[in-house]
């Protein structure tokens, strides 16, 4: 998978989301995540469950792609139109800022994807003279929701991994 989107990030970005975090996190179940992770539709992408006993890890943009297939999930897509829209925003996480414009469109029937704003709006347009209902979601405010819900979380994790090194290394 793509490097991580808000490079150091916290302690829990770089050890990653165990699934009860995950759930939280994103609003599903663990039932919805389990089933997705063993249908592919989006396996953990730090350690997948080998097992009785082993955990799935995810990582931070692991938990972008599962609320963005939540909120899809949430007005009816089908899981093989998610499937083609999440292959998208995989090919988008490997770019420079990749997420910052992306938005995905949809009538509740198809999904469009649109990482410029104008191209956005011609897509909106579009569906709306057709007298359509439309709905979108802006990627980069998933993010930067995301990142604020993982600070309430997790506060204490923020810190940097080695704050207790250097007393520790005075002391002795």
Known sequence: MGK???GEGSQADRNGYRAPQVCKLVGITYRQLDHWARTD????????ARGSGTQR??????????RVIKRLRDTGISLAKIRKAIEW??????????????????????????????????YLMD????????????????????EGEILELFPTQAQPADVGTDAEATAT
């Not at 890890?57 to 599962?66: E, H, R």
């Not at 994807?113 to 191209?119: A, I, K, L, R, Y």
């Not at 569906?127 to 995301?146: E, M, N, P, S, T």
């Open 57 to 66: 890890l995810y990582s931070y943009t692991d938990l972008v792609q599962l």
């Open 127 to 146: 569906i709306l003279r057709r007298g359509q209902g439309v709905f979108a979601i802006a990627v980069g405010q998933v993010q930067r929701d995301l």
């Open 41 to 48: 539709l989006l396996k953990p992408s730090l350690r997948a």
């Open 89 to 122: 925003l995989r090919s988008e996480i490997d770019e420079q800022d990749p997420l910052k414009d992306s938005t995905l469109l949809s009538d509740g029937i198809d999904i469009w994807t649109s990482d410029n704003s104008d191209e956005t709006q011609q």
């Open 4 to 6: 991580p989107i808000t």
